[in-house]
């Protein structure tokens, strides 16, 4: 009779321990499922604001260069003004690109990925 009784107790425990681990996978797949949805969110949005940014950029940089081009009676050097600057924004980010962008970008996505709140 003890034999039949602990053989059902040891298939209720492995019957528990087979659950717990389903359990802890699923819970595994979700944790990577909110992950990867939280960082495709987050790229979404910066894609569109950057998208905004560029739009308004482009905008802001064509009304400068006609207001310089106007004031030197000369349209053409006011393009080449705010190119120029462009050319020089265009060196310093891609001289110190380590530590402005790549740093930050690699610090927020290994914060977003293990920031569990």
């Known amino acids: 009779m003890e034999t ?7 298939s209720d425990l492995t019957g528990n321990i087979r659950e717990y681990i389903e359990t802890r ?6 944790d990577a499922a909110d992950t990867v949805a939280t960082a495709a969110s987050s790229m979404a949005s910066w894609l569109v604001i950057s998208i905004a940014g560029i739009f308004t950029l482009l905008l802001v940089t064509i009304g400068g260069a006609i207001a310089i081009g106007y004031e ?4 053409a050097a006011g393009f080449f003004i705010l190119g120029g600057s462009y050319l020089l924004i265009a060196i310093l980010i891609y001289a110190f ?4 962008i ?13 920031d569990n709140d």
Do not use: G
């Open 4 to 10: 039949t009784e602990a053989k059902e107790r040891i």
């Open 25 to 30: 996978i699923d819970i595994a797949k979700l």
């Open 72 to 75: 030197l009676e000369n349209f």
């Open 97 to 100: 690109k380590e530590s402005w």
């Open 102 to 114: 790549r740093k930050p970008m690699i610090n927020s996505i290994v914060k977003n990925i293990f």
